[in-house]
């Protein structure tokens, strides 16, 4: 799995670039992480056990899995807020296992923000800058400059005119971008970013996201970033790390991880609704993804097959609307499945239907050990 | 802030990083010492200690002029053979008796009459009576002798007035313990009614509201509501307060009656500082430490096993 | 609903009212009385002590005079400031230390330091009173400051305590996120705790303070001399001297009290609260 992860990080520029960079911007992507045989354990239960992974620079690396994966034992660990049993962590090379966490080369965001509630919005986002200026030493890092660049961040995050706000001044969105920006002022290579946006609204979620993409592209770090919520994964990532108990289970591109899970518990955590997962006739498992289902004999006119794949046969037990699609739960001589038709298509509660699956979109997994065949 | 220094980053793969230490922070093995040392240094000079030492003073026969001397339990024999201890244990019942229904029904009357009417009038109260509780004790003593002086002070003045015999109080044995316990009611019930208050605030107001909206009295929310959910807290509360009122009944006897008159007023706090620093009998006094140390931790238990056993939420309890 | 059933005011209802107020005045009245009687002696000439009239007439500050002329009593008060002062700034200050301890470093033991700490609270002070008089005579600190003060130690498993509660409620993430942003130990604790902890040091402040002012039995051991030691100890010494009917003595014990009087009208909220805070854990 790790060869998966050692591909040129392309993803990122992909997403292209904007005209005029921002001061914020670093020369060059910096910060890749490497962690060898890290382990971490609460009590007897494994929390984390990675004989390595690695976080390409530039990337931005989503640790992914259900609660109590270890993603955030993982990234606190990154952090040196957690210490590891065994193992070491080099951030550009460096060792950095043993060192603290202000002296790492990496910057958080956490869940619930952490703001300072008794500094401004300026106090808060300037508070490492300053506190680095004192340890640095007289002159090292001038008034002045500390306050041009807590002011460039906060313009870069739109918070120009909130700088001398307190926290229980501001909304939520508001509150997440200036631990954004306390995160982002110190210019570190790296950028932790835990639970980031699952303490705002629905509403507000969807904008973050795509903010956040942004920021990553015009910062240029490695950026870190915790989630147990597979859509945001895909969505964000250039880099996903699925995680589960502490071990790594897969880690790729998106489209990789999507196209290719290299596992049962992969397939079944990443998409919603969850792929269908059938036993065949082989002893195999089967699985396809309601979307990718062709329906025969009820959408007109019926697709005609151009190429192999297989049929599968079931009742319609119930069907669900979701907007443009409708969704029909079946239950099939193997098992229940799920297909998604076109919101016309009718299909009644009863109803048997038949689907073809492309052999391109099957995917087949051993039945005893659940990896990819 | 030692401990807390950059460490040389190793570079064999071999050596585990250090234990996880929980808590936040990688470097920070003797931070915790040296923050918690000057607390630790404290508690161990002026409480640890002493505690030990007193247990081992227990066993010597020591005046603290002459060397001690290794007795062994005699100290122990003495003193439960000694009248007058006996006397201060009896004492010390009667004092609970007393104190009990002060620390537990008036103040919680008080508490639900001033809950049930909330308003500035209820606020004024609640102010008044908690002031004794902060009221210094050798004042408080000043003002109860003044008072009660049998010859001049205003209470007996009126009880003549009226026809009626004014008694020695703090001269009069059987008076004396009497007002010993009114003088440290204004502590115990300030304290309480406080407390009482604060238990009932948390109580949801929402079923009060609905009982009210079904026609129940006053009477019948404080029976059914309130009653149902206070009764153990109170009693805890109560039991606790009684323990720790021992302080405030061995100041008052200390300033204004010194045990007296005939060791009427004694209890077994005033005993032991009479042994101490009276008889300078160190033995003694230490011996009679640890009895009553042991008196109150069991008691305290007892109290706590007696309630715990039927525990709910967040019992306050007197601190 | 109250005003609700106040409005009809039904003779049953008004007399249940009346006889509510008139149980807690009597209970008011019955515990404060000793106070304010003394309050009113105190301002009448000194040979008319005992008259029964409520109103201090003819109105004298002869008992004043004298106190303050024949007594130390600014002595005794400076004497108290000084201890309450000094030992609570002491004490709070230790507890924040091991509070601190406890929650930003987690420790192992940190358990067995909550155990010492409420097992301290708990002890009969008489318990420990001959060993901490021997070892603060030894150190030479009989009739002096330090003795007054230092020994007050043995109290700071209360604030200890108390102040843990309050920390413990400061998110984590606020202390990881200072960690985070280079802060040390000394600065978390300065720049982020403390600030945050501003309200609860004011009540345990309050509270520590309130217990010492009022502290009786040890400064009576180790300064007994009228001119070192406070105003507690200090009262009843004169009290010895003078008898308990003297004028003077009324008035001193009315100075000593004043200052508490003044205090608590002006916070009594924060007061109570204070004590609230440290009765319900």
């Known amino acids: 799995m790790t060869d998966v992860m050692r591909q040129p990080e392309s993803a990122a520029r992909e997403r292209g670039r904007v005209p005029t960079p921002p001061a914020v911007v670093a020369a060059a992507p910096s910060g890749g992480i490497e962690l060898r045989s890290v382990r971490k354990s609460f009590g007897s239960t494994p929390a984390v056990d990675l004989p390595a992974l690695s976080v390409p620079a530039g990337s931005l690396t989503v640790l992914v899995g259900p609660s109590g994966c270890g993603k955030s034992t993982l990234l606190r660990m990154i952090a040196g807020l957690e210490t590891p049993e065994a193992g070491h962590i080099h951030i550009d090379g460096q060792d950095i296992t043993a060192?603290?966490?202000?002296?790492?080369?990496?910057?958080?965001?956490?869940?619930?923000?952490?703001?300072?509630?008794?500094?401004?919005v300026a106090a808060n986002v300037g508070f490492g800058l300053v506190l680095e200026a004192k340890h640095a030493g007289r002159g090292a890092l001038p008034r002045a400059e500390i306050s041009r660049r807590v002011r460039d961040v906060c313009d870069l995050l739109g918070l120009g005119d909130k700088l001398g706000r307190r926290p229980r001044e501001l909304s939520g969105g508001e509150r997440q971008r200036v631990a954004l920006a306390r995160a982002l002022v110190r210019r570190k290579p790296v950028l932790l970013l835990d639970e980031p946006l699952s303490n705002l609204d629905a509403g507000l979620r969807a904008q973050a996201r795509a903010e956040l993409i942004r920021l990553h592209r015009e910062v240029a770090g490695t950026f870190v970033l915790v989630t147990h919520d597979q859509a945001e994964a895909l969505s964000l990532g250039t880099r996903v790390v699925?995680?589960?108990?502490?071990?790594?289970?897969?880690?790729?591109?998106?489209?990789?991880?999507?196209?290719?899970?290299?596992?049962?518990?992969?397939?079944?955590?990443?998409?919603?609704?969850?792929?269908?997962?059938?036993?065949?006739?082989?002893?195999?498992?089967?699985?396809?993804?309601?979307?990718?289902?062709?329906?025969?004999?009820?959408?007109?006119?019926?697709?005609?097959?151009?190429?192999?794949?297989?049929?599968?046969?079931?009742?319609?037990?119930?069907?669900?609307?979701?907007?443009?699609?409708?969704?029909?739960?079946?239950?099939?001589?193997?098992?229940?499945w799920s297909v998604e038709f076109p919101a016309a298509t009718p299909v009644a509660v009863g109803q048997r239907i038949r689907v073809l699956v492309p052999a391109g979109s099957l995917h087949h997994f051993d039945a005893q050990t659940g990896t990819r065949l | 802030m030692a401990g807390v220094t950059?460490?040389?980053?190793?570079?064999?793969?071999?050596?585990?990083?250090?234990?996880?230490?929980?808590?936040?922070?990688?470097?920070?093995?003797?931070?915790?010492?040296?923050?918690?040392?000057?607390?630790?240094?404290?508690?161990?000079?002026?409480?640890?200690?002493?505690?030990v030492a007193t247990g081992v003073a227990s066993l010597l026969d020591w005046d603290l002029i002459t060397p001690a001397r290794y007795v062994g339990v005699a100290n122990y024999r003495r003193l439960l053979a000694d009248h007058d201890f006996h006397r201060a244990i009896w004492q010390t019942g009667w004092y609970v008796l007393m104190m009990l229904p002060l620390a537990t029904v008036v103040p919680l009357a008080l508490a639900i009459t001033l809950w049930l009417r909330p308003g500035r009038v209820s606020s004024l109260y609640r102010a008044l009576l908690f002031l004794p509780v902060v009221l210094a004790p050798a004042a408080n003593a000043v003002s109860w002798q003044f008072v009660l002086n049998p010859l001049q002070g205003i209470t007996n003045t009126v009880l003549a007035d009226l026809g009626l015999p004014g008694p020695g109080w703090l001269n009069d044995p059987s008076w004396a313990p009497v007002v010993i316990v009114a003088m440290t009611t204004g502590k115990i019930i300030g304290l309480n009614t406080l407390l009482f208050s604060a238990s009932l605030s948390a109580i949801d107001q929402s079923t009060i509201e609905a009982a009210r909206v079904d026609g129940a009295t006053s009477w019948e929310i404080v029976r059914h509501v309130?009653?149902?959910?206070?009764?153990?807290?109170?009693?805890?509360?109560?039991?606790?307060?009684?323990?720790?009122?021992?302080q405030w009944v061995f100041t008052n006897v200390a300033l204004v009656t010194q045990g007296g008159p005939n060791g009427a007023t004694d209890n077994v706090y005033y005993r032991l500082y009479t042994y101490a620093f009276t008889f300078f009998d160190t033995g003694t006094a230490a011996?009679?430490?640890?009895?009553?140390?042991v008196g109150v931790a069991a008691g305290y238990v007892l109290v706590r096993l007696a309630i715990g056993r039927v525990r709910h939420a967040d019992a306050p309890t007197a601190g | 609903m109250i005003a609700v059933r106040h409005v009809g005011l039904r003779p049953r209802v008004a007399v249940a009212a009346t006889g509510r107020h008139a149980a807690i005045l009597i209970v008011i009245i019955g515990l404060l009385f000793p106070?304010?009687?003394?309050?009113?002696?105190?301002?009448?000439p000194a040979n008319d002590l005992f008259s029964t009239s409520p109103i201090p007439w003819p109105m004298s500050v002869e008992n004043y005079r004298d106190a303050i002329f024949r007594f130390p009593i600014g002595t005794m008060l400076l004497n108290t400031a000084i201890m309450a002062i000094a030992a609570t700034l002491l004490q709070v200050t230790v507890a924040i230390g091991a509070a601190y301890a406890l929650v930003r470093f987690r420790p192992r033991w940190g358990g067995a330091v909550v155990l010492l700490a409420?097992?301290?609270?708990?002890?009969?002070?008489?318990?420990?009173?001959?060993?901490?008089?021997?070892?603060?005579?030894?150190?030479?600190?009989r009739d002096t400051y330090l003795g007054l003060i230092i020994p007050q130690l043995a109290a700071c498993g209360l604030p200890i305590l108390l102040l843990r509660e309050y920390l413990v409620d400061i998110p984590t993430s606020l202390l990881e996120a200072s960690i985070m942003d280079g802060a040390r130990p000394a600065e978390t604790l300065r720049l982020v705790v403390l600030p945050l902890l501003r309200p609860a040091l004011a009540a345990v402040s309050i509270l520590v303070f309130v217990n010492t002012w009022n502290e009786y039995l040890w400064p009576t051991l180790i300064a007994p001399q009228v001119n070192h030691t406070t105003i507690q100890a200090g009262l009843q010494l004169l009290g010895n001297q003078e008898g308990?009917?003297?004028?003077?003595?009324?008035?001193?014990?009315?100075?000593?009290?004043?200052?508490?009087?003044?205090?608590?009208?002006?916070?009594s909220r924060r007061i109570t609260h204070a004590f609230l805070q440290s009765g319900i854990k």
């Open chain 2, 226 to 246: 309130i009653a149902a959910q206070l009764i153990r807290p109170v009693a805890l509360l109560g039991l606790l307060c009684v323990l720790l009122a021992g």
């Open chain 3, 35 to 44: 106070l304010f009687w003394v309050a009113v002696t105190s301002l009448r």
């Open chain 1, 99 to 120: 060192a603290r966490p202000g002296e790492r080369g990496v910057a958080m965001v956490f869940q619930d923000f952490a703001l300072y509630p008794h500094m401004t």
């Open chain 3, 118 to 141: 409420g097992a301290a609270v708990v002890i009969p002070p008489q318990m420990l009173i001959i060993p901490q008089f021997l070892i603060a005579s030894h150190l030479g600190w």
């Open chain 3, 244 to 267: 308990p009917t003297s004028g003077a003595l009324l008035a001193a014990a009315m100075i000593t009290t004043l200052p508490v009087l003044a205090v608590y009208a002006i916070a």
């Open chain 2, 6 to 51: 950059l460490e040389p980053t190793p570079v064999s793969p071999t050596p585990p990083a250090p234990p996880a230490q929980g808590g936040c922070g990688v470097r920070a093995r003797s931070g915790p010492w040296v923050y918690s040392a000057p607390a630790i240094l404290s508690l161990a000079t002026w409480v640890y200690v002493p505690m």
């Open chain 1, 242 to 336: 699925v995680l589960r108990a502490g071990r790594l289970e897969q880690a790729g591109t998106p489209e990789e991880i999507w196209r290719c899970p290299a596992n049962l518990f992969v397939a079944r955590f990443l998409g919603s609704p969850a792929m269908n997962i059938v036993a065949d006739s082989r002893g195999r498992l089967l699985g396809w993804r309601p979307a990718d289902a062709i329906a025969l004999g009820v959408t007109s006119p019926p697709a005609a097959p151009t190429d192999a794949g297989e049929v599968f046969e079931g009742e319609v037990d119930v069907t669900e609307f979701v907007g443009d699609r409708r969704m029909a739960h079946c239950v099939g001589d193997h098992g229940p």
């Open chain 2, 287 to 293: 011996a009679a430490a640890v009895v009553i140390t």
